[in-house]
């Protein structure tokens, strides 16, 4: 599913990632831990083709993202990979069902709001779906960004900090339905924090 | 969910800003379809009513006073003129047609012009009702005086001195109405027409002829007070208003010179208006610009996130141009329902003012023109905020947050 080698990427002098190998197989469900300013970010940007790396090669989902380019990347990004943010970054002016119908539009799916109203009911929020991302808690709102993340059923689920800002039984849910959503449509679930409370529940790590 | 829902509902979210830009979009859009329409109506109907008078003849004084006056009936008339002079032009070789008017009296703001057949037949008014004067004192409604006064064939009124919105004393003879005209957009529209006679008539009987030799005496003293000629040739335009001009008490007015002077004199002030309604429109644009760039800082991470979701940098910048595109539409659709509401209530007042009609519900394809550069500016305002969001980089904004 991943397979990542001898990967290095600079920000102008400055090495803010080194990683010879790293390979992950289709389903599994890893950490990346690591202190702040370790790459954790960069190593998940690099996986979903946000950046390109200064040297090595990244193979994601069957494609060398090194030899995707603009448009092409782009669509790719949009249909294999799901991706959810420290920060929660829900689009303000649009509701909870536009946000997933926004990701249905960028993706180029059809936009379904049936599979929209699943996805926000399994994550325990179906009843907000017309509510403005600033009339949910915290906890709801990262919620939305997971259901946002799976909506279009990417083979790869990113999560960057998902319980950063969350208090423990929140936290402990965050990681609890990205688990389970990405389990039910059989997705690889790569997480990065460095949030002790999320320790314990993944088997594979990668320490940074 | 599509490019323009996206970007209405980012607009919808931003009411202050977005009625700022499509306010002062309207205004512009609407000002210069006022202009458009006013000027163009004006233009056209002056034109028309115009046609086929190549000279008017009338006393001395301001030409332009005359031909406002002798064709347009907006003026009063410079004074009078011996009937002898129709008779001289009628023989002239260059005159194809001479068509002498008496003007002095008005009934309810309305002037009353004696003229011949000849006259409303000229701008192909037919009469709706009745039939035509035949003996004097009788006297025909054009469409619009029919209108206003609600009078018709068979009613009487008494014509009061004087043109203008203060006429003086009526006099004592009464007109009957035996025909109402139809409606034929040109100037007898507003008139009332009579015989040449029943003028003469009206301000005689103010003397009042006491034998024969009065009589004679008064019919040799007898005047009209503008004729309107036709060339024979367009030869004629290189020598007989010199010839008439050069009679100590005739002057000739050129309608067409006339009327482009006049247009000279108020252009002025019209392209000052143009020129204040561009401001506006280039005022909008500016703000269009200056909303969405400094939206940008704040919505750096939507639109990070966005492409995260997949989105290309080519579908950022269609974005932004998209809502660019909605302001300015909107700003246009609001100008062009503005102008055309300020004419129609300009039109209204006009009308109360026995003017020149304007109205709101006539396009000029110039329309089609402002409403492309009006749109033009707009987008053209979008491109570099557009750019920027474009160039957004995703990885940086979001490591950032």
New interface residues.
């Given amino acids: 599913m991943i397979a990542v080698r001898s990967l290095a990427h600079r920000y102008g002098a400055a090495e803010a990632l080194r990683l010879s190998e790293w390979k992950v197989a289709q389903g599994e469900r890893w950490l990346v831990l690591g202190r702040s300013g370790s790459g954790k970010?960069?190593l998940l940007?690099v996986i979903?083709g946000?950046?390109r790396p200064t040297e090595g090669e990244v193979e994601v989902a069957g494609e060398n993202l090194c030899r995707l380019e603009?448009?092409r990347l782009?669509?790719w990004?949009?249909?294999s990979v799901g991706?959810v943010?420290?920060?929660l970054?829900?689009?303000?002016?649009?509701s909870v069902r536009?946000n997933l119908?926004?990701?249905?539009?960028?993706?180029k799916a059809p936009?379904d709001d049936k599979r929209i109203d699943d996805t926000l009911g399994a994550l325990g929020v179906g009843a907000k779906s017309s509510r403005r991302p600033s009339e949910l808690s915290q906890g709801e709102q990262q919620r939305v960004a997971i259901a946002?993340a799976v909506v279009n059923r990417p083979k790869l689920v990113l999560a960057?900090e998902p319980t950063a800002n969350l208090d423990d039984a929140a936290a402990a849910t965050v990681v609890e339905l990205l688990t389970e959503q990405a389990g039910r449509q059989g997705a690889t679930l790569v997480v990065a924090t460095h949030d002790a409370r999320v320790k314990g529940k993944f088997r594979e790590r990668l320490e940074l | 969910?599509?490019l323009a829902t996206?970007s209405a509902?980012?607009l919808?979210?931003r009411p202050l800003n977005t009625a700022l830009s499509v306010i002062l979009l309207a205004l512009g859009v609407g000002t210069i379809v006022l202009l458009l329409l006013v000027v163009g109506q004006a233009e056209e109907r002056m034109h028309r009513d115009a046609r086929g008078v190549d000279l008017v003849v009338g006393a001395k004084g301001s030409p332009m006073q005359l031909m406002l006056a002798g064709i347009y009936h907006l003026d009063a008339p410079t004074g009078n003129i011996p009937l002898s002079t129709v008779a001289l032009l009628s023989k002239n070789r260059m005159v194809k047609r001479a068509m002498p008017l008496a003007l002095g009296d008005s009934w309810k703001g309305h002037r009353i012009v004696g003229a011949g057949k000849e006259y409303p037949d000229h701008y192909g008014a037919e009469l709706r009702d009745g039939r035509f004067y035949q003996k004097p004192m009788e006297a025909v409604l054009g469409y619009e005086v029919a209108q206003r006064t609600g009078v018709g064939v068979g009613a009487t009124f008494k014509g009061a001195h004087g043109i203008g919105s203060d006429p003086g004393d009526e006099h004592e003879d009464s007109y009957t109405v035996v025909g109402v005209l139809a409606k034929s957009g040109s100037v007898v529209d507003r008139l009332v027409l009579t015989s040449i006679e029943s003028v003469w008539q009206v301000h005689e009987q103010h003397q009042g002829p006491q034998d024969d030799a009065d009589r004679k005496a008064l019919e040799e003293a007898r005047e009209v007070t503008v004729v309107l000629v036709q060339y024979a040739s367009p030869l004629a335009a290189a020598t007989l208003p010199r010839q008439i001009n050069s009679q100590s008490e005739l002057q000739a007015a050129s309608p067409a010179y006339e009327t482009a002077r006049l247009f000279r004199i108020v252009g002025v002030g019209i392209e000052a208006l143009r020129g204040f309604a561009a401001v506006l429109i280039l005022a909008a644009g500016l703000s269009v610009f200056i909303a969405l760039y400094t939206a940008l800082e704040e919505r750096r991470?939507?639109l990070?996130?966005?492409?995260?979701?997949?989105?290309?940098p080519?579908?950022l910048f269609g974005l932004l141009i998209g809502e660019a595109f909605v302001l300015s539409l909107l700003g246009v659709i609001l100008g062009l329902v503005l102008g055309h509401g300020l004419a129609a209530a300009l039109g209204a007042w006009l009308e109360s003012q026995q003017q020149y009609p304007v109205t709101g519900l006539e396009w000029r394809p110039e329309e089609l023109w402002v409403a492309g550069t009006a749109l033009g500016v707009g987008v053209i305002a979008a491109l570099v905020p557009a750019w920027r969001a474009y160039r957004t980089d995703?990885?940086r904004t979001?490591?950032r947050?």
Wanted: glycine residues 6%.
């Fill in positions: 970010t960069t940007h979903a946000l950046i603009g448009a782009d669509r990004r949009a249909t991706i943010l420290q920060a970054h829900l689009v303000k002016h649009l536009d119908r926004l990701a249905q539009y960028l993706a936009q946002r960057d | 969910m599509n996206l509902s980012y919808r979210a991470y939507e990070a996130v966005m492409r995260t979701l997949g989105a290309s080519g579908k995703v990885s979001l490591a947050g």
